[in-house]
Each structure stands twice: as C-alpha cells, then as structure tokens.
C-alpha cells in the first residue's frame, strides 16, 4: 500500500511545501520528482509479481470507503506519469537561464502529477470526480503561465472543463440515486438497462469525451495547447487528456450493462473516424508548428478511441492491448515531439511551420527528436505505436472489419503527411532559417529521450503485453 | 411525498435555467454564473436525493450530504478561479 499512498501524497505535499518556501521549490521539485522514479518502478515490479493490490483508504467499510485499486495498467500509467514528470521538469530546468517559466511551475507541475496519480488508482465514481476537477483546473492554471495571450484559450478550456465535469457530476448523481453506491467494482454487472441509466452514461461519457477532447468535442484543445509554454503543452498532450479516457474505459467495461454497448460502440467509433480524419486534415492545413502538434493528438486519440469502440463490440484482447498501447506511446511520443518543437520554435524564433525550413542542419538533434517520434506517431517499425497498430490492424482482420482497415489506413497516410510536412522542409536546406542563438545541447537531449523511450516500448514489447494481461 | 416531488422539479427547472444561459452566452461572466446555476441544481438533486429515505421514516442519507458538501467545496473554487482568470484578461492591457 505505501508505494501507492506515497506517489500521491508526496507531490501533495511538495506542492504545499513549495508554496510555504518558494525558493526552495526546485530543489525540493528535483528530490521529489527524482525520488518517485524508483517508487513507481518498485510498485510496478511488485504488482507484476505479486498480481493485483487493492485498498480501502482509511479502513472503513467498502461502502463509505473509497477504494484504490492498483492493477498492471495503473502501475505502468502511474510510472509513466512520474518519468514524463520528470523528463518535462527536466527540460523547464535546462532552459531556466534562457526563458524562465514563472516560479508557479514547480507546485503546479507537483499538484498535476498528485491528482493524475490519484486518478490512476481510485476506483470510486465521485472521488474520480473531484481528481478530474483538480486535474482540469491545475492544467487551467499551467496554460496561463506563458502570459496574456494564453488568457483566453485558458478561460475557454475552464469552461468547458467545468461544464464537463458537471456533466459526469450529474450521471454520478443519477446513478447513485439508483443504487446507492459508488465504488465501481460493487457496481460492477448491476446496472440494468433502464433510461434513468441510459441517461446517467449518456451525461457521464459526454462529459469524458469533452474532457478527453474526443472529436467533434475538442474544439478547446488545439488553442488551449498551442498557446500553453511547450514543456506544459507536453504534459497536457501526454498525459492530462488520458485521465478521462481512463475513466471511459473502466465506466464502459465493467459498468455500463451489455445492452447499452452496441450504441456506444457505434458512438465512439464514429467519433474515432471524425477524429483521425478531420484531426489529420487540421495538421496539415495549420501554418502553426505548435497547432500542427496539438491538431496531431486530436487525431492521435481516435485511434485510441477506435479501440475502445471495438472492446466494447468483440472483446478481444488485441484491442485492449492496442488502445493502452496507443496512450502510453502516444504520451512518450507527444512530449518528445512538443518538446522538440518548443526548443526548435524558441531558438529559429519561428511560430509558423514554414520557418522551420533547414532545420535538420540548425538544430539536428531537435530534428532528429521530432522525426523519431514522429514515426511512432505514424506508426512506423521499431516504435511503441507500431506495435499498438499492429494489435489494432490484427483485431480489425480477425473481427472482419475492412471498412475499418481502410478508414485506418486512410488515418496512417494523413499521419505521415503532416509528419513530413516538418521533416521535409527540415531537409530543405537551400536557405535555411538561422537560430537567433547558438542552440543548446542538453534541452535537446532531454527532448530526444522520451522519442527514443519509445523505440525501446517496442524492444519490451513482450513483457509489456503480458503486464497488460493481454497475449497475442 | 408532494415536497419531495417540488425539489426535484426545482432541481431540474436550475439545470434547465443554468444550461440556458450557457449555450446563449456569449459574456464570460454570463457563462460562469450559469455554471453555477447548473451546479445548484446538481446539488440540489442530490439533497433531494438524500432527503428520499426521510419520507419513510429513516434517516437521511448522510453520504449524500457529504458529497454535496465536497462539491460545494470545489465549485466555489472552481468559480473563484474562472473570475480571477476573467479579471486579468478584463484588465489586460489591449
């Protein structure tokens, strides 16, 4: 139990600590965030032997207690949170001398990492709810930090935010006022299918799918990403829309009645096709490198979308193992790949995309970074999203769905488009766009890792399918 | 069992007000309050809710009192923040 209490409460109560001290945030930020890497790792070695752990939070009784629950997905989702947690702090401190993010960074960053965290464990429906709240307004409060001009986009994502979660709040409410319980495994098979629980998922996954920016509900995504400072614009792409599409998964597989699942499956795959379609177009028209970005993980989570549509149609494990597949290489992949432009975009002093024009000559290693990632994001071999298309692509043929293959394939080639589109104007080095300074080295480094952590996914494929339970 | 029926339909009129004023928009401030609205209305479905076993002679249901005092908690926070967010882009410089 105490891995699990202490990667909660130890960003906590950094973040209460950082406030009481200011000047000495980074320090402790860099003992925290550095100290919650072996934790995690230990946690997941120890779930992966000893099976699955779970807990009622202060010892009472299952149906006033809330309970956490940590299985092979949540250790791996808890250790990728702390190791993006820590490369994306990493990288704020490498470009401290150059453009100082405000001071607010380091409890913010402990408060978002604490709530994700909590939200990974908790298998409670209201306490899911108050995570989600934090969650929404701490990464409200990150996007502010680069300035006035982000003011907007923030206040346009806190409303929507807020207005998602009264929506969940609402579907809790209504399915309390049935059952009289909260606890999601207690819940588990008894829902039946009447409209009052109809109503209560139908306001529940709205809620998830406007939080996860599922299309045609992400409007608030691409400003409020790419006008965030790049290393928040990393964590909010990596990690903070996969908190809702967490909660979207446990609500449809174990407690939304078999009745309803053919509907939502039809629902949230028609949302998978309008993502990766429309996302991908997006990517390419945008003139804005960050916007390309944000536009790509709207398109990115259909593909994780898809999967969950077809766990809900054929329940088989290939789509299971492709849809966490597709998070956590996506979450690797999205960090490196704003990282690498947020560094690119500062030095080339280039918003637009055009202006990255030689860019594999001025700055190869950011370069290098984005193309890695980029391929994962395509899906090319060796890449943690190869080996999730695969899972998608092997149960798509065995579940005989062609249209879908193609709509997947259709979504591959849009993926790649605006992926080349940087990397080849990258190459273009006829004239290219000079940095306004000599670039730094170790930001880049720190941008390249997680592209390259993805390449390793692909070599720990093996136990990363047995951790998540599912063998191909 | 008439007054029980009375709150709910309050409950739900609060909502309708609240999601109201939110679509039509199109002032922040205006979009903030009818969050509000719509989170009374939640909360007050759920103090009916918890008012339920009353009508037949038991206790209310104190989880749903705790719930409720929880989100009371947070949207005041939440509501806070969106109108501190609201005062800074109001007295940015254009």
Partial sequence: MWPAVLLVTLPLAAALLMLLWPRRARVLHFAVAVGLLPLAVSFLLQVTVSGEQQWFLGNWGPLLAIRWQADGLTTLLLLVSVTLHLLVSAYVGSIQRRNPLPAAFWPLSNLLLASLQALWLSRDLFNLYVCLELLGMVAVALVTLSGDKALRPALDYLLYSLFASLCYLLGVALIYAGYGVLDIPMLAGQLEANWLNAVALTLMTLGLMLKAACWPLHLWLPAAHASAPAPVSALLSALVVKGPLFILYLLWTTLAPAAFLPAAAYLLASAALGAMLFGGIAAIRTPYSKSLVAYSTVAQLGYATLALAFILRFNLPEFVAAMWLFVLSHALAKAACFLAIGELQHTLGARQVEQLKGASQTMPLAMFAFAVAGGSLIGLPPSGGFLAKWALLLGLWQSQQFFWLLALVVATLLSAAYVFRVVVLAFDRAAPTAPDFSPQRLPQYLALLPALLVWVMAVFSLPLLTLLKQEL | ?94
């Fill in chain 2, 1 to 94: 069992m008439l007054s029980f029926y009375l709150y709910l339909a309050t409950a739900a009129l609060l909502l309708g007000v609240g999601s109201l004023g939110l679509w039509r928009g199109p002032e922040l401030l205006r979009r903030i309050l009818a969050l509000n609205v719509i989170g009374a209305g939640i909360f007050m479905l759920m103090v009916s809710l918890a008012y339920r076993p009353v009508l037949y002679g038991e206790p209310a249901d104190s989880v749903l009192h705790a719930l409720v005092l929880t989100g009371l908690v947070v949207a005041v926070s939440a509501t806070a923040f969106a109108l501190a967010l609201l005062g800074r882009l109001l007295a940015r410089p254009q």
